[in-house]
Structures are given as C-alpha cells and as structure tokens.
Nanobody, 125 residues
Framework: QVRLVESGGGLVQAGGSLRLSCAVS???????MGWFRQAPGKEREFVAA????????LYADSAKGRFTISGGGFENTMFLQMNSLKPDDTAVYFC???????????????????WGQGTQVTVSS
C-alpha cells in the first residue's frame, strides 16, 4: 500500500516562505512526483513536478522563480520550497506519484497514480 503524506503547510504573510514535504511509504516504482494545488472554488492546478529518474523538472508559470522542487534518492521524499508567497498561492497543496515511465514530466495530473491528502497553505496580505 503506497501512501503519500504532505506536511509543512501553514499560515504565512505575503512575501514569506514555506517548505512543503511529501513522504512516500510503501513499495512503488517512482517515475514522476509532482505538486498540485486547489484553491476554494477553483479547479486543481499544476505547480511543479520532477522525473525521479532523469531529474527533469517542470514548473507552472506561476511557480517559476519562486518555487523550487527537489527530492529523490532512497529516502523517497519530495520537497517544495516556496518563497515570495502571494495571497493567490493560498490553496490546499497535494503531492502526487506517478508509476508510468514517460519521456516527459506530466503536468495534467492524469499520469499520477497516488495522491496525498493535502496540506493547507494560507498566505495573508
């Protein structure tokens, strides 16, 4: 049974930083891991993802220059360092794990097999 557990969310003022973590337990072949978020009344959107094998990384335009995704190795833990946070970043952040080998880093969410329960990030103005 594969389980993903996010942590690190919280309340922060605009301009502040948070570091999210996603711990993977259970046996699984990891090809891609990613972060998605969903704000109230909005659809889930892609934030960032990385290929566990090649190290290729993809960011949403909203995350470029402010967020950094990292992780890999035998610890099977992924991180999202978020700097210069804005009120628009307020959302529940989910980590996801994909077990399908692909030649690209998926931003649609369709190629992820396991999802965490999410961690709330609230940015006050």
């Amino acid at each position: 049974q594969v389980r993903l557990v996010e942590s690190g969310g919280g309340l922060v003022q605009a301009g502040g930083s948070l570091r999210l973590s996603c711990a993977v337990s259970g046996r699984s072949t990891i090809y891609t891991m990613g972060w998605f978020r969903q704000a109230p009344g909005k659809e889930r959107e892609f934030v960032a993802a990385m290929s566990w094998r090649s190290g290729d990384i993809l960011y949403a335009d909203s995350a470029k220059g402010r967020f950094t995704i990292s992780g890999g190795g035998f610890e099977n833990t992924m991180f999202l360092q978020m700097n210069s946070l804005k009120p628009d970043d307020t959302a529940v952040y989910f980590c996801a794990l994909g077990t399908t080998s692909t030649f690209f880093v998926d931003s649609s969410g369709r190629l992820y097999d396991y999802w965490g329960q999410g961690t709330q990030v609230t940015v006050s103005s």
